[in-house]
DNA sequence: CACCAAAATGGTTACGTATTCATTTCTTTA
DNA sequence: TAAAGAAATGAATACGTAACCATTTTGGTG
């Protein structure tokens, strides 16, 4: 390993001189630069980027915690987040969340020196949250809130779930059902929030609408999906609380031999990339704003990082985008 | 910033005991063990990563440069290598490489202190694998090799172009076409000699038959798929290199008006979890084994850096997965 | 030519850990 | 109880860089 005492020795200057014409030139006589330059190019010297996180106390390291890209929405968040910061000059260190192994990964994290950390896994009430503010890292929550209410970025939840329900309410579908994921997470419960409340604007009581809450492995979807079935008012329309599950039962139907929109209308919410494609055509509830949630965030905590914001609040407005899985109800 | 030093100071130990309690407990009395962990307990001592990697010589980093992930072949490694890293304890530094940013994430790259390297954005001829050579640490690639023909897990890229000719060519199929990114990469090239073995095999010139070879991004996919709307015989069967560029296709057949497989036969190569989606059910040609390419290249790496191996060169057998997308020619 | 300010360079130290080697303390046994 | 060996601990150092402060060199001016 050659260090930049070696260019210093093999240039004849001190090490301070091999430093300084890397970091600060402009201090530095043309002439001497290149003597440097020569000694770093002959001893194919490359600067030891630890030992320089360690005296600067940065490491230009920011954590990712995500969910799993099966999940299409965690696939374009993903994107968005790492292009940002590769962008920026920073590096990625990634994680996909799941429940099995949320708490290695926290434990992996909460050792690691990173300059800042992205997470999209925080439940409403979580004690990480206190963790990541005792160890004095910026941190940003997307998609997803803590009961603290504060470091957030998301979507309109309650407004996503209420223009979902009243859109397959207004196409005149009268038995319609919600799958979604556990209320500890500010997701699954706002959205569910206002799906009640379409639900009751339109004058149908809430608690006679079947609610399937699963986890959003294929497994436990398909369990729900299977417990759906079994109904005896089958639903014409299927509301799901992400497009992640949407797409899923859109699989499921299929496989079963039934027909989308014919014989379920499904809908989403995020509008996933993969919702637009036209195998798919997913309809769907998503931001107003053409830009990713991800990409929200992530700049947001670059705004914290440089200290131009110090609290991020944000929610996003949604709006409909309609495709070819939902259509008016034909028995009306 | 409480160091080892602070708990030491509070322990009434020195530095160094605090430093085997966490490393070496078993050459500690317990009770000094107890002591130290009350006083690491009580500072909210977190040992810093950074100067441990600087004296050992060891970051716990991989660093993954994968392809972008609307590429849903990526997909499916980035998660598998992702998941394996840190469930082996080390960290992920990603990067999605594109025509656009591949020589800046090299800069970054080669000028960051990894344990190792993990890639599949590699040219056949690319200088960057001398670079990392000489950079002496450890290497490979997935997907794509080099023409030094070390450090790449693949998969069997002729036999996958000549089983995908040869399926739609036995459906009957006479007019077909070929659409494939550029030949400087192993894999374009090899599924294209593949295919044209195929393709002489039924008694037809190679010459006679359209070929697109174009970029992966979506506006150049589209663009080929115009040149293919143009031919005077329009081809029955579309072979696409991989299955992103297939389901591209489906998706623009879609969106023209055309039907799959009715109007235009589609089969692709690498069998992506997207493929098995029931809303896509792409014909695909994919590795006979159950795991992932990513997760077999990331498992040699580690084989790699714990010196059970010293050069990887793995050629994975395929197998066609017949799906929804191709069918006999009606036409016969 | 002498002097002074500005420019350029160098010596030393800190960052926080693991490691090496030396020293002290404990345990066992004759 | 003394000696020898084992167990436990500590002091000093290295890792490779940036930063701070001190020193030398340069260039311009009277």
Same mark, same amino acid.
């Given at each position: 390993?050659?260090?930049?005492?070696?260019?210093?020795? @093999?240039?004849?200057?001190?090490?301070?001189?091999?430093?300084?014409?890397?970091?600060?030139? /402009?201090?530095?006589?043309?002439?001497?630069?290149?003597?440097?330059?020569?000694?770093?190019?002959?001893?194919?010297?490359?600067?030891?980027?630890?030992?320089?996180?360690?005296?600067?106390?940065?490491?230009?390291?920011?954590?990712?915690?995500?969910?799993?890209?099966?999940?299409?929405?965690?696939?374009?968040?993903? &994107?968005?987040?790492?292009?940002?910061?590769?962008?920026?000059?920073?590096?990625?260190?990634?994680?996909?969340?799941?429940?099995?192994? !949320?708490?290695?990964?926290?434990?992996?994290?909460?050792? &690691?020196?990173?300059?800042?950390?992205?997470?999209?896994?925080?439940?409403?009430?979580?004690?990480?949250?206190?963790?990541?503010?005792?160890?004095?890292?910026?941190?940003?929550?997307?998609?997803?809130?803590?009961?603290?209410?504060?470091?957030?970025? /998301?979507?309109?939840?309650?407004?996503?779930?209420?223009?979902?329900?009243? @859109?397959?309410?207004?196409?005149? @579908?009268?038995?319609?059902?919600?799958?979604?994921?556990? @209320?500890?997470?500010?997701?699954?419960?706002?959205?569910?929030?206002?799906?009640?409340?379409?639900?009751?604007?339109?004058?149908?009581?809430?608690?006679?609408?079947?609610?399937?809450?699963?986890?959003?492995?294929?497994?436990?979807?398909?369990?729900?999906?299977?417990?759906?079935?079994?109904?005896?008012?089958?639903?014409?329309?299927?509301?799901?609380? &992400?497009?992640?599950?949407?797409?899923?039962?859109?699989? !499921?139907? !299929?496989?079963?031999?039934?027909?989308?929109?014919?014989?379920?209308?499904?809908?989403?919410?995020?509008?996933?990339?993969?919702?637009?494609?036209?195998?798919?055509? !997913? &309809?769907?509830?998503?931001?107003?704003?053409?830009?990713?949630?991800?990409?929200?965030?992530?700049?947001?905590?670059? /705004?914290?990082?440089?200290?131009?914001?110090?609290?991020?609040?944000?929610?996003?407005?949604?709006?409909?985008?309609?495709?070819?899985?939902?259509?008016?109800?034909?028995?009306?």
């Amino acid at each position: 390993m050659v260090s930049s005492k070696d260019v210093a020795k @093999h240039a004849g200057v001190s090490q301070t001189t091999v430093s300084r014409v890397l970091n600060t030139p /402009e201090f530095v006589k043309p002439k001497t630069i290149e003597k440097v330059m020569k000694a770093i190019e002959e001893l194919n010297y490359i600067p030891n980027d630890i030992a320089r996180s360690l005296v600067q106390k940065k490491t230009g390291i920011i954590t990712l915690i995500s969910g799993p890209l099966h999940n299409p929405f965690f696939v374009d968040t993903t &994107t968005a987040i790492v292009n940002y910061v590769n962008s920026r000059g920073y590096k990625v260190n990634v994680y996909f969340g799941t429940e099995d192994n !949320l708490d290695s990964i926290y434990n992996a994290v909460l050792e &690691t020196k990173a300059d800042a950390i992205i997470l999209s896994s925080m439940l409403f009430q979580d004690d990480l949250f206190f963790k990541l503010e005792k160890r004095g890292i910026p941190f940003i929550m997307f998609n997803r809130k803590h009961q603290e209410n504060r470091h957030f970025v /998301e979507i309109d939840n309650v407004n996503a779930g209420y223009i979902a329900a009243n @859109h397959v309410l207004s196409l005149g @579908h009268q038995s319609i059902c919600w799958i979604g994921g556990p @209320h500890q997470m500010s997701t699954f419960d706002g959205r569910y929030q206002g799906f009640k409340k379409a639900v009751k604007n339109h004058g149908i009581d809430a608690k006679s609408i079947p609610t399937f809450i699963t986890n959003t492995n294929k497994k436990d979807i398909e369990r729900a999906f299977d417990e759906l079935l079994k109904l005896d008012i089958r639903p014409t329309a299927i509301c799901a609380a &992400t497009d992640a599950i949407a797409i899923e039962i859109l699989n !499921l139907c !299929l496989e079963r031999g039934f027909q989308v929109p014919k014989d379920f209308n499904v809908i989403g919410i995020d509008n996933v990339e993969l919702s637009k494609h036209h195998s798919i055509a !997913l &309809t769907t509830v998503g931001l107003t704003s053409e830009e990713n949630l991800g990409f929200i965030a992530i700049k947001k905590l670059f /705004e914290v990082m440089e200290k131009k914001s110090t609290c991020i609040q944000q929610t996003e407005s949604v709006k409909l985008f309609p495709r070819n899985t939902t259509c008016k109800n034909e028995l009306i």
